[in-house]
T-cell receptor, first 114, second 114 residues
Framework: AQSVTQLDSHVSVSEGTPVLLRCNYSSSYSPSLFWYVQHPNKGLQLLLKYTSAATLVKGINGFEAEFKKSETSFHLTKPSAHMSDAAEYFCVVSDRGYGNKLVFGAGTILRVKS | EAQVTQNPRYLITVTGKKLTVTCSQNMNHEYMSWYRQDPGLGLRQIYYSMNVEVTDKGDVPEGYKVSRKEKRNFPLILESPSPNQTSLYFC???FGSGGWNEQYFGPGTRLTVT
């Protein structure tokens, strides 16, 4: 069975400093991994996805994530936070098989201080 | 514009009064799914559909029904809503059912059952 653990429920950074949102996953199969972002009162937007190509994945708005199979991690990073990055972020795992079921982490709320 | 639409966006109802939340996509996607979002739990899958007339239960199907009579529409039906179904609901669709497919999310429906 798949599962996702987001290690921090809240992260607070200052504008212009790096962002690190941590995610560990468990999957019986070769997983696909995603990061979605949800701004207040908005739907979910895909930031980036890993589907077995390059282990370092670049996404939108300067975010990237590195798939580390040995550590079962898929942490999200950004070199320099912007005020508009304040949102809730979800790490998501899906197995490659039939069903396209997404398993979501509990979410990490990112606060960006000016 | 490619999109997933949901209606209504906000709904307040009373216990036991049947309701339907509509979901429609204009991308000719085969796969559609419903999720509910509750604080601290991320999103959990309610039902999904691989194609027309093919539906199956997700992780939290109790109290919900779905149908898929047309490829573009996937309504969520609450026959007898209860207060524990107060939640934020998202419909999503993807091109195929493989786990590597990006899912596109609707804007969400906030349901309150009193």
């Amino acid at each position: 069975a798949q599962s996702v653990t987001q290690l921090d429920s809240h992260v607070s950074v200052s504008e212009g400093t790096p962002v690190l949102l941590r995610c560990n996953y468990s999957s019986s199969y070769s997983p696909s991994l995603f990061w979605y972002v949800q701004h207040p009162n908005k739907g979910l937007q895909l930031l980036l996805k890993y589907t077995s190509a390059a282990t370092l994945v670049k996404g939108i708005n300067g975010f990237e994530a590195e798939f580390k199979k040995s550590e079962t991690s898929f942490h999200l990073t950004k070199p320099s936070a912007h005020m508009s990055d304040a949102a809730e972020y979800f790490c998501v795992v899906s197995d490659r098989g039939y069903g396209n079921k997404l398993v979501f982490g509990a979410g990490t709320i990112l606060r960006v201080k000016s | 514009e490619a999109q997933v639409t949901q209606n209504p966006r906000y709904l307040i109802t009373v216990t036991g009064k049947k309701l339907t939340v509509t979901c429609s996509q204009n991308m000719n996607h085969e796969y559609m799914s419903w999720y509910r979002q509750d604080p601290g739990l991320g999103l959990r899958q309610i039902y999904y559909s691989m194609n027309v007339e093919v539906t199956d239960k997700g992780d939290v199907p109790e109290g919900y029904k779905v149908s898929r009579k047309e490829k573009r529409n996937f309504p969520l039906i609450l026959e007898s809503p209860s207060p524990n179904q107060t939640s934020l609901y998202f419909c999503a669709s993807s091109f195929g059912s493989g786990g590597w497919n990006e899912q596109y999310f609707g804007p969400g429906t906030r349901l309150t059952v009193t």
